[in-house]
């Protein structure tokens, strides 16, 4: 018989608390979220998803109280604690859960909350297993979250039935100081491992010649790679997809950095803005490979702000090329600039045109993020 | 005018020995293939299977005009009469003939859309041969009734790639979920072809004895016109291959060249796959596994695999030679769409005269509208034709799509290309 499905699933309670009073984010702040009133969203939302499981044939393994255990019981669920979350639940017992998971061998872990917990998450878990995430929080930037509580539901009973695909996705987060004092500034934490819907199950036979994210990451890579021998240094920025160029061309990209290749080599490594500047100043041709960060579609200004306004303007915005898989590209209704400077965000807005295949784009619309 | 570069031997480099062909094609139309006659007779045996659908009838679209409320005078050519619902039948009639009289007993071949796996069945039961056709499998997933009419016609149809050849089980083992291209289904037929002997291959396009065949369109088309006192200024042709275009307006390049009339004749093309607007004219191979002749012709590399459009049968990486040949020499000019304007055009024209085009016809549509549309301004009589190769009974799923707006426009990437055509044979 098959052995019986195993899902780590964990709660972090007062996720979300802080978006309803103003505080744009939770992380270290839950009592002055809970003396300005805000109430617990968290556990209502886990439990939206977990209605959608009623009969799976699962076993959940979670953490004490608040956590998971209180959601999974009212489910009536079949779970075990092996997890003890202090009274006022951490970012620590989120980790210390997510370890248990790892020593149970969990297929699937899902988690309720924002991208902090995100990152808590990731930071233990990394690619071991697939993670979904159930949203929760004030901002969620990373891709392993569901649409929804409800299609979170969905995508676990398909990942436990096995008929989905994974793919590598960023852990993004806002660094919530400086949000709150009014600036965004987002930074990639990680990379997870994700199953994913995808909305073109049905038609992906008539679209495409491939049909996993996966494989047209590699198809958007060999092609990369046979127009990368210009000659041009080629700055790439964050994420999956250009690390793959790098990985068809046989080198390791930094994941979380920006690097430099030319001629099929690495000329520099994780790359600072002052890095890039004399880099084009001392070689003259130079193209700037970026893909969309996380799930809202930027491609530029979270994640790679290395690739600043000045680097871009001296690149010329003209040899910015845009990769994304169709799988991203449907998925996302436009892709977003915010590089810091709105001319220059106007500059590269419009449709663009955008690598999705080999030899094959799509246009997109690129919009700057100011104007929403 | 440029002479025609022959095509050549893809070991040695050389011009093609026609004794280099004889493995997949009966000599007689090899010799059509070389021919530089202005005249080849129609065997008696062919013309009458052709009386069957032929002469295609000539409209005035009159319904359209008045939608449009052009002074432009639209007429359409439609092949779709035809019992397969496409030009093809033209030359696959021709060419199981000339098969059985070679003595032939089967024939493999490939398909895109299905419109061409579908004739050469008809043309084959006709002549008790035997068929394989080698479908697409993007198309045969989207049209699993084509590979039905196929059968009625006595034809096996499999889908591309197979696990039936080399050239399928190798791209297998790379790609298991691939949607096929047009580029494979021709290796895998002429490995077929090659590897049985009773057996022949037909291409249903790009050749320049197919293309003979397919004049039968603009003989037909120039007699008609002149029965209605009209010329056309403009003939607007979708190009695949490139058989059904240069049918219905090679008759007429004399004209232009020779009478100097002032004619346009403009090919249509996805922008997805965009051969004659964005390719790069030079030799390359037909097909994806390098078994065929190299030929002269816009190209986009035998080893692109365009993106599955809803216009199957125009996902060809090149062009008929003929036909590049005069496009590089300016006499017909080339114009591509993207899929949603196309499907949009071809709506439009179904709920006007009432004939519902297939998605690769409509690409003949869409500029045609247009045309007619910016006659309103000139007021120019402008005499439009369109050739409409054949109806879209096969593609409702595609039109499921348009619909319920899961189409997407894809680009052609051809600054990009051009840093990356190294791989394309130089001789």
Redesign the interface.
């Known amino acids: 018989m098959e052995k019986l499905k195993r899902v780590g699933f964990l709660i972090n309670p007062v996720a979300g608390m802080g978006g309803a009073v103003g505080l744009k984010g939770t992380d270290g702040l839950a009592e002055e979220a809970v003396r300005r009133g805000a109430v617990p969203v968290a556990s209502r939302r886990a439990e939206t998803t977990l209605a959608e499981l009623s009969d799976v044939d699962a076993l959940f393994l979670t953490a004490s109280g608040d956590m998971g255990e209180k959601a999974l019981r009212r489910a009536g669920l079949e779970f075990r604690v092996v997890s003890e979350a202090s009274e006022k639940s951490s970012a620590e017992d989120t980790r210390e859960a997510c370890r248990s998971f790892i020593e149970e061998a969990v297929d699937l872990v899902v988690f309720c909350g924002g991208d902090g917990t995100a990152r808590d998450v990731s930071h233990v878990i990394g690619s071991r297993m697939p993670i979904i995430g159930i949203p929760a929080g004030v901002k969620m930037h990373s891709g392993v979250f569901a649409i929804s509580p409800k299609a979170a539901g969905d995508l676990i009973r398909r990942c436990l039935e096995g008929d989905l695909n994974t793919r590598e996705t960023e852990i993004v987060d806002v660094d919530e100081e400086k949000y709150r004092a009014g600036a965004l500034d987002t930074k990639i934490y990680g990379i997870a491992t994700t199953p994913y819907l995808p909305a073109l199950v049905q038609e992906r036979k008539q679209i495409y010649s491939a049909s996993s994210e996966e494989e047209f990451k590699e198809e958007i890579a060999i092609f990369a790679s046979e127009f990368m021998r210009d000659g041009s240094a080629y700055i790439l920025g964050a994420g999956t997809t250009t690390a793959k160029i790098a990985e068809v061309l046989g080198v390791e990209k930094t994941l979380l950095g920006v690097d430099v290749m030319r001629n099929g080599q690495m000329i520099c490594r994780d790359a600072s803005e002052r890095d890039l500047l004399g880099i084009i100043d001392e070689v003259g041709e130079i193209k700037i490979i970026v893909s969309p960060i996380g799930a809202q579609g930027f491609v530029l200004g979270r994640g790679s702000q290395q690739i600043s306004p000045e680097v871009l303007r001296k690149a010329g915005p003209e040899n910015l090329i845009i990769v994304a898989t169709p799988h991203k590209l449907k998925e996302t209704h436009r892709l977003l600039v915010d590089t810091g400077d709105c001319d220059l965000d106007e500059t590269i807005s419009g449709r663009r045109q955008v690598i999705c295949g080999y030899r094959i784009a799509q246009l997109k619309e690129v919009s700057a993020s100011s104007n929403f | 005018m440029t002479p025609l570069d022959p095509p050549l031997n893809p070991q040695t480099g050389k011009v093609i020995d026609p004794k280099d062909l004889e493995m997949i094609f009966p000599r007689e139309l090899i010799k059509q293939e070389m021919s530089t006659e202005r005249w080849i007779d129609i065997p008696d045996e062919v013309r009458e299977i052709l009386k069957l659908w032929r002469p295609t009838p000539l409209f005035r679209a009159h319904r359209l005009e008045e939608h449009l409320k052009t002074p432009a005078k639209i007429y359409y050519k439609y092949e779709g009469v035809s019992p397969a619902g496409s030009h093809k039948p033209n030359t696959a009639v021709a060419q199981a003939y000339y098969n059985r009289e070679a003595g032939i007993e089967r024939i493999a071949t490939e398909t895109g859309a299905g419109q061409w796996g579908s004739a050469l069945s008809m043309a084959t039961s006709f002549f008790d041969l035997e068929c394989r056709v080698y479908m697409v499998?993007?198309s045969f997933?989207?049209k699993p009734y084509r590979k039905s009419i196929m059968q009625v016609w006595g034809a096996e149809c499999v889908a591309s790639p197979s696990e039936l050849t080399n050239a399928g089980r190798a791209i297998l083992k790379e790609?298991p979920?691939?949607?096929?291209?047009l580029g494979i289904a021709i290796s895998e037929a002429v490995e077929d072809a090659a590897t049985h002997d009773n057996t022949n291959y037909a291409l249903g396009s790009v050749l320049s004895h197919v293309l003979l065949h397919q004049t039968v369109e603009g003989q037909e088309l120039k007699k008609q016109m002149a029965i209605v006192d009209d010329y056309p200024d403009v003939i607007y042709g979708c190009v695949g291959g490139g058989s059904n275009f240069p049918g219905m307006c090679f008759p007429f390049v004399p004209d232009k060249l020779k009478d100097k009339k002032e004619i346009r004749m403009i090919a249509c093309e996805p922008t997805?796959c965009p051969t004659l607007t964005k390719g790069l004219y030079a030799y390359d191979f037909g097909d994806t596994a390098r078994l065929t002749p190299l030929l002269k012709m816009y190209t986009?590399?035998h080893d692109?695999?365009?993106?599955?459009i809803?216009a199957g049968g125009l996902r060809y990486h090149g062009d008929a030679p003929l036909l590049c040949n005069l496009v590089r020499d300016g006499v017909i000019e080339a114009i591509s769409f993207?899929q949603n304007e196309v499907f949009k055009a071809a709506v439009t024209f179904a709920r006007t005269e009432g004939i519902l085009p297939a998605p690769e016809s409509a690409h003949a549509i869409k500029p045609a509208i247009d045309d007619a549309v910016a006659c309103k301004k000139t007021g120019e009589e402008k005499t439009i034709v369109i050739s409409l190769s054949g109806h879209g009974h096969f593609d409702l799923?595609s039109y499921d799509?348009y619909f319920a707006g899961?189409l997407?426009?894809?680009?052609?990437?051809a600054e990009?290309?051009k840093?990356?055509l190294?791989?394309i044979p130089k001789f």
């Open positions: 499998r993007a997933d989207q790609h979920d691939t949607g096929g291209s997805a986009l590399g692109f695999i365009p993106p599955s809803h993207h799923s799509a899961n997407v426009d894809y680009e052609y990437p990009l290309v840093q990356s190294a791989k």
